[in-house]
């Protein structure tokens, strides 16, 4: 910025000149040309210096992180720009691109400015020294206690929050640093904190997870290099972990495949106008859209889904060579290197997984098999009806169906907001839905169907039947299995149903009720309590952390505070605020804050203090507000009509709570 | 009623003719492709988002290029005039060829990059960007075919009397 305005004062200076020559100075003129050039050749060194700088440090510590080599074929987004700036732009814009970087001025957003922090008794100091930035380390060794300094080579994430990678000093093996900057409240906190995991449990800060798994999904072509089989290693002959990927992030050729070819045979300008003048398909390339439903749909789902390899030799290579898959493979063939993992699927690589860890369909599925936890799309797609009919004559729904990955030149929306979801504009709403159930374009025909005002969010598709199950990145995020709400799935697989996501204030006994009168539904038996009190409170009080997480993000979820009177929400979003688990803490305080009278609460999430003192406060905003005789009471709110708390009944439901640890594998 | 004086153009020597007429291409020319460079600085002013928004480099680029081309062809038809002019006494027959080829060429670049630019293939020029080879090869005559003139005349210049037709005419 500087420089740039010394330069234009330059500027400026240099077209007075003229006038020293009108009055007869024209010596003077000379000189100030002369000054006024070597000037501008400082300035524009300068500026070159510093974009100088910024690729020193983007290549200065190659050496030990793994490396950028487009090869077998890929040859990255930088090639696809010169002819796609289009594709390349609104690629560039999104977080798919973002989820791996080398740690550089551009990229990282943490506070690296002398930030002291200490977790599990491990003392952490982040910094920044010529450029880079640095990890003092706390290392606790067999004998003694020592502190290491580690240069943060490479980010994760840029989207909700952003995670960092130093380098372990064993070749291009990564370390993850254990704290992670989130970016809403911009301030480090313990990684283990943003994920749904039970309290004092302590992640795995073995090094070479980013190289063994991470590199697969977050890189464009990754190879992990480890083992002897690795072809990478095999050139280099000395490193025992060459890990390498074609492009950081997940770019061009992660869903179109390798380009190479496409490259060279459009080097022919004849070949492309051909191509343009008779509106051809090109065939060098795979074209996503040109696919059929399901080819195109595993394009995401070799990555948004929940996969095993399946043997050991897999596993082998894939430590050596990475994923196989290729766009426009089929990823369910039974050749495939990977099963997408799904409940009642008989698979000695899920025993196996199975007998390694007896938790593990607990850790990513609901009892009954619909995922729950975020960035396994693909599975929830594979169990929609709408995919699952197969018929194209009706439409088979896809990813692309909603999604796309370049907006259209007349999208109104910024690439920031599209770039939130990268969902099609429109598709929000019920476009999504109507572009095959045509019969609800009809407002009559919708409002019989939902028997909501047509405007009210009860008569949304997604809130019925692609209701927020789903939990990651902090929040509840919608399913991807479009299912239909029922009490059942309450009942039998404790699954939140989309009604009493809504209508928080609501018993099971009340949407039965409904479900049976509307659509036929048998309402199925119910506990004393389930007909009582309502679903909402039954889960925040007794329900398992998952569960507890879910009810704390709808507390906060404006239709549902709209459509439940948010009124008599605090107290019970304050009691969350004490919940063991970090995760729950923060979606409830978030949630709080938008509350009337909350909106300026403060509270540290992470601190183990003042979690029963913000309980206190809390509930003392709540008691002392004025218009308190006006807000909902009931027996299923749990509160008298005087408004105060049935505290024995609230304290025998907490007594009842599900207590057992649940880890959930975003 | 008094006949108005007319100005018979034909009566005039030969090297004035060229002269003026690439004195008056080269101005009209420079003010139509400033004006073409206002456009686009108001596109920029305005955000225009078909010439501005994601992905319109191509378009951006070649416009910037007739524009560029354009006010920079018109400089070079003012130096052609003033060629013209400063060299009044040589032959005719590298004028006779490279004025109506750098007329070519200030026409065809200048407009072969702006049609490019209408209609774009995404990183390729639409089909207008087929006009600039034949501009690149007239002007790139018209500049050799000047070069050499102006060369000829350097030597003629130093020992020989000068061949110029028109001298000769108005000697008679």
Known sequence: MTIELIAILLVLCLSVIPLFTLTGRARYAGLLILLGGAGLVLAFGLQMSQVQATRAAYESNAAERPLEIPEDGFISSRTCRACHPREYATWHASYHRTMTQVATANSVLGDFSEVSLSLHGQDVRLFQRDGKYWAEIQ??????????????????????????????????????????????????????????????????????????????CHTTHGKPGIGLEGESLKRSGIRSIETAASEFGIACEACHGPAEDHVRLNKNPLRRYALHVNQQAEDSIIQPEMLDAAKAAQICGQCHSVHLPKTNEDVRRMMAEGFAFRAGHDLLSPDSERIVVRQGMEDPAIEKAVERDPSYFATLFWPDGMVRVTGREYNGLLDSPCYQHQDAARGIMTCMSCHEMHPPRDDPRSLTSWADDQLKAGMRGDAACLQCHTDFRDNEAL???THHLINASGSRCYNCHMPHTTYGLLKGIRSHTVNTPSVEESVAAKRPNACNLCHLDKTLQWTAGHLQRWYGISPPPLTGEQRKIAASILWTLKGDAGLRALMAWHMGWRPAMEASRADWMPPYLGLLMTDPYDAVRY??????????????FKFDFVSTEERDAALKRVTKVWAASQDRKNWATGEELLTRDDGTMLKNVISSLLQQRDERPVLLNE | MAESPTRDVTALPETVRYARRHMNFGWWSLLLFVSLGIGLESLHGFKVSWYLGVGEETRRLLWRLAHAH??????????????CKEREGDGQTWRTIASPCLIGASVVLPGGFFLGGVNVYGGDPGLGIALLPLGAVLLFIAILLTALGKSSSQVSTRGEKPRDSTRRKRGR
Not at chain 1, 591 to 600: A, D, E, F, V
Not at chain 2, 70 to 83: C, E, K, R, S
């Open chain 2, 70 to 83: 354009g006010a920079f062809l018109g400089l070079v038809h003012i130096a052609f005039a003033v060629t």
């Open chain 1, 447 to 449: 409002a019989a169907h």
């Open chain 1, 139 to 216: 290392e606790e060794t067999e004998e003694r206690t020592q502190v290491g300094e580690h240069e943060v080579v490479m980010t994760t994430g840029s989207h909700h929050m952003q995670f960092y990678w130093y380098s372990s000093g064993n070749d291009r093996e990564l370390g993850k640093l254990s704290f992670v900057f989130l970016l809403s409240e911009q301030r480090w906190v313990p990684a283990d904190s943003t994920f749904l995991r039970p309290p004092n449990f302590i992640g795995s800060t073995v090094h070479g997870q980013w190289n063994l798994n991470c590199i697969n």
């Open chain 1, 587 to 600: 979606i409830a305080y978030h949630s709080l804050l938008k509350h009337p009278r909350y909106g300026n």
